[in-house]
C-alpha cells in the first residue's frame, strides 16, 4: 500500500540560502539592465571638447591672476622700498632737530616746546597743532616736515599692507584656478583613455580634417603653404608679429604657456607681438579690449580674432577666412577655418 505521508517542510536554513540567492540574482540582474553602456567614440569626444574648452576658460583666469600677481608683487616692492626710505629720511629730519636742541642747550637754554618733544612721544605731541604756535623760525619749519613725513609713512605703510593682502587673495586664485584646469585635464585623458586606440586616431584624423577645413593647404592644417589669399596685414607691426607666430606652426599647445618652445592661445599672440616690439596684455579677455573692435569683414592679416562669449580664445586672421592659433591639448600652432569657433569681433593694435 503506497504512502500518503506529507512532504516534509524545507528547513528554515535551506530556505534562507534560496531566498538569498534569489535576491542576487535579481540585484544583478538589476544592476545589469541599469549598467551605464560604455561611452560610444562621438560621446567621448562631446565630452572631451566640452573639459578642454573648461580647462581653456580656467587657463585664462589663471593667466590673468598670474599676470596681476607680477603686478602686484612690483608693486608691493616699490612701496616697500619707499617706506623705508621714508623712515631713513624722518629719522635724520629728528636726529637734525636733536642736534638744534643740543645746541640751545650748550648755549644756554633750550625751548619749552623743543624740550617737551624731545623728552616726551614724538607722534602725541605733533598732533597737538597749536603747541606749533609755542615753536618759531626753523624749529616750527622742522617739526612741520616731521609731522608731515609721519602721515604720508602712514598712508604709505597702510596702502603697502592693503597691496600685500591683495597679492595674497590673488595666489589664493592662481592655485585654484590651476587645480582645476588638471582636474579637467585628467578627466580628459580619463575618457580618452577609455578609448582603443584605432578610435583615438580616427579620432585625432577627424579633428586634422576639421581643422584643415577651407584652408586650400592640401597637405593637413599645420602646413605653412596654405593659401591665405592676398589679404595685406592691417600694419607693419601686425605683420611682423603674424610672421613671428608663423614662424611657430606645429609647436605644441601647453596650458598656461607662452613660448618660445609651447603656447597657449593668448600666450602665442602675446609672445608674437612681443617679437614685434609691442606689449599687449597676456589674456584673451584682456586683449580683447587693447585695440579697436573690427566686424569679420573688416579684419585684415595680423588682427586678433576673439571667439567665444566669455572670450577665452584668441588668434591670429590669416586671410582668406583663416586663423592662426593655438588650440587646445593634443594640437600643434595651426591655421583653422574661422568658422569652426563662434566668432565673436576682431581687434586691431595700434
Known sequence: MASHRRPKPPSRTRVTVLTATAAAAVALSSQAANAAPTPSKADVKEKVDKLYEDAEKATEKA???????DKLEKQVGALQDKVARGQDELNEMRDGLGLMASSQYRTGGIDP?????LSSDPDSYLEK???????????AESLKRIQDKQRTLAQQRQEAQGKVKDLADTRKVLTEKKKEVQGKLTAAQKLLNSLTEKERADLAKAEEERASRSTGSGGGSTSSRADLGDTPASSSRAAAAFAA????IGTPYVYGASGP??????GLTSWAYAQAGVSIPRTSESQANAGSRLSQGQLQKGDLVIFYGDLHHVGFYAGNGQVLHAPKPGASVRYEAIGNMPFQFGVRIA
Open 129 to 139: 597743532a597749536s603747541t606749533l604756535d609755542q615753536v618759531s623760525g626753523k624749529q
Open 63 to 69: 593667466n590673468g591672476a598670474e599676470e596681476a600677481q
Open 261 to 266: 618652445s609651447s603656447f597657449d592661445c593668448s
Open 113 to 117: 616746546a623743543l624740550q617737551l618733544f
Open 245 to 248: 607666430a608663423q614662424g611657430k
